[in-house]
C-alpha cells in the first residue's frame, strides 16, 4: 500500500529462473572453498575441528553475500518522493541508506529507501519495518537465539555462546536490551493472550511464592526491608506456577506429570491499589494464568502455599472452591528452623524433635506439636512464630485426609519453582537489577519454561507481519 512498483520483480537478477542460478552457484562456491581449505593434504592428518569451523564460516560467508545482493537489488521500498511520518507530517526520500545488521549468517549490509521528516526530525526505512529488523541492528534470527541464550544465563555468557555456537557477535550490553525489549514484548502478550491451552486434567495445582531480587540501590531508595538499618536490598518477585499430578509412583503417590509445569512471574504487588480496588496486579495475573490452565474447570483444584497471608488471601479471593494446602515440604523446613531455635544449631538434640514433630505432622497430630512446643514458648520467638504458624493454617495441614483423596502436599514444585524461574537466572553474584529490567527478563524466562516461547514467536512474527 502506497508502494509504488519499481518493476524490481521483472528486473530481479534473481526471478524464476535466477534462484535456480543463485543455488548451482552457491553449492559450485562452496565446492571450491572446501577443496581450497583442505588443499592436497592427507585426511589423516587433518585438524578437522579448524577444518569444520572454517568451512562453516565460509558457507555463511557466501549466503551472507548471496543474500545481500538479493536484498539490496531490490529497491521495491522506494515508496516515492514522499512517505507519511507517524508524526502526521510527509517525510522526504533521502536516498538508499546502507546499515549493516548482525545476522545468523553474519554481518549483512543492506541497502534500504531512507526517509526523513523535517516536521519530527528523525527518519525511518520501510524495510526495516517489513522485515522485523528495528530491534538493535539485529535480524530476527539472531534476536531470536540471543534471547533464548539470555533467559538462560547472563548477558555476558550469553554474548559468549553466541559467538563460540554460532559464530554471531552480539556484545554483552545488546544482549541486554535486545533481552530487555524481547521481554517487555512478552509481559505485554502475556497480558493479552490469556486462552485455555490444553485438557481439562482431573485435578490442577496452582502454586504461590515468593523470593527477593537484588536491587540496584535507586530501586529500593526509601523502602523498608529486611536490612538491620531498616533498609531494603530486594523487591519481592512473585510466581505462580501450575502443573498437574495424574502420575503414580510405585506406592501409588501421586507424582508430577513431567512437562505440566507452567510458570508466571513479576516484581508486582499483591495488595489491591486504590486505582484498582478489586484485585492486585499479582491476583490478575494469578487469574491469566488459572485462565490458560483451565484451573477452576478441573473437577478438583488445589492451591498449595507457604504460609504468608497473601497467597491465601489471594486464593480466596480468586478460588473460593478450592482446596487449600500448606506445602508440607515448607512446614517441615519451619520445624527444623524451630528446632535448631530451641536447642542450637549444632546441638544433636535438634534434629531427632524435629524429626519427631515431622512424623506427627505426617499423621495430622498438630495438637501434639502445639504440646511439644508449648514448654519452649518463652525460649525463642520463633517458637511462638511456630506455634501461631501451625494453628492458624491448621485446615490446610489435614494432610492424612488430602493423602486419601490422593492429593499432593508436598511436590517440591513451589520451592523449585522460585529457584528455577528467579534464582538460578537473577539471584547470581553480582547481579543488581531494575524493576523493569528484572521484569523482562523474568517474563522471557517464564515464557521458555513454560514451553510458550515458539507459541509468541509466532505470534510475534504475525503481528508484525506487513499489511500486504
Ligand atoms: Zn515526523
Redesign the pocket.
Known amino acids: 500500500m502506497g508502494r509504488c512498483p519499481t518493476g524490481a520483480d521483472t528486473n530481479s537478477p534473481f526471478g524464476a529462473s535466477g534462484k535456480k542460478g543463485l543455488q548451482t552457484q552457491i553449492q559450485t562456491d562452496i565446492r571450491q572453498e572446501i577443496e581450497a581449505l583442505l588443499g592436497r593434504q592427507s585426511i589423516q592428518g587433518l585438524d578437522f575441528e579448524a577444518v569444520e569451523m572454517a568451512a562453516r564460516r565460509q558457507a555463511l560467508r557466501l549466503a551472507a553475500r548471496a543474500l545481500e545482493q538479493r536484498l539490496n537489488a531490490d529497491t521495491s521500498d522506494h515508496g516515492g518522493p514522499q512517505l507519511p511520518?507517524?508524526?502526521?507530517?510527509?517525510?522526504q526520500y533521502h536516498g538508499r541508506h546502507g546499515k549493516t545488521f548482525e545476522s545468523v549468517l553474519g554481518p549483512l549490509l543492506l541497502d534500504r529507501a531512507y526517509y526523513y521528516?523535517?516536521?519530527?526530525?528523525?527518519g525511518f526505512c520501510p524495510r526495516d519495518r517489513h522485515l522485523h529488523l528495528e530491534m538493535f541492528s539485529l535480524t530476527p534470527g539472531v534476536l531470536r537465539m540471543t534471547a533464548s541464550a539470555a533467559a538462560l544465563v547472563s548477558f555476558g555468557e550469553s554474548s559468549d555462546l553466541l559467538r563460540e555456537l554460532a559464530g554471531v557477535e552480539v556484545s554483552a550490553s545488546q544482549v541486554e536490551r535486545a533481552a530487555e525489549a524481547l521481554g517487555a514484548e512478552i509481559a505485554v502478550d502475556e497480558h493479552n493472550c490469556v486462552e485455555p491451552a490444553g485438557d481439562v486434567a482431573p485435578t490442577i495445582y496452582l502454586g504461590m511464592d515468593g523470593t527477593g531480587v537484588p536491587m540496584r540501590n535507586s530501586e529500593v531508595a526509601g523502602r523498608a526491608g529486611k536490612q538491620p538499618d531498616g533498609s531494603a536490598k530486594t523487591r519481592e518477585a512473585k510466581v505462580v506456577t501450575a502443573w498437574t499430578a495424574e502420575s503414580r509412583d510405585d506406592q501409588g503417590k501421586p507424582m508430577r506429570d513431567p512437562g505440566s509445569i507452567t510458570y508466571s512471574a513479576a516484581i508486582e504487588s499483591a495488595a489491591a491499589r486504590d486505582a484498582n480496588p478489586d484485585r492486585s496486579d499479582f491476583a490478575e495475573r494469578v487469574l491469566r494464568e488459572a485462565i490458560r490452565r483451565s484451573f477452576t474447570k478441573a473437577p478438583r483444584c488445589v492451591v498449595l502455599g507457604d504460609g504468608s497471608a497473601w497467597i491465601w488471601n489471594t486464593a480466596r479471593e480468586l478460588f473460593p472452591q478450592a482446596i487449600q494446602i500448606l506445602d508440607r515440604y515448607h512446614v517441615k523446613e519451619t520445624l527444623h528452623r524451630t528446632a535448631q531455635a530451641i536447642f542450637g544449631a549444632t546441638s544433636p538434640e535438634a534434629k531427632p524433635w524435629a524429626m519427631a514433630r515431622c512424623t506427627e505432622l505426617d499423621d495430622g497430630k498438630l495438637s501434639a506439636i502445639i504440646h511439644a512446643l508449648r514448654p519452649h514458648l518463652t525460649a525463642s520467638h520463633e517458637v511462638t512464630k511456630c506455634a501461631t504458624y501451625i494453628f492458624r493454617n491448621r485446615s490446610r495441614m489435614r494432610y492424612p485426609k488430602f493423602h486419601s483423596q490422593g492429593l499432593c502436599t508436598s511436590t517440591g514444585v513451589l520451592e523449585a519453582g522460585c529457584k528455577i524461574v528467579i534464582g538460578t537466572r537473577l539471584k547470581r553474584t553480582g547481579m543488581h537489577w531494575t524493576i523493569s529490567g528484572a521484569n523482562a527478563i523474568i517474563a522471557l524466562r517464564c515464557s521458555k519454561l513454560s514451553g510458550r516461547f515458539e507459541d509468541f514467536w509466532e505470534r510475534r512474527a504475525t503481528q508484525l507481519a506487513p499489511a500486504a
Do not use: E, N, R
Request: hydrophobic share 30%; charged share 0%.
Open positions: 511520518c507517524a508524526c502526521g507530517a510527509s517525510a521528516c523535517a516536521q519530527c526530525q528523525s
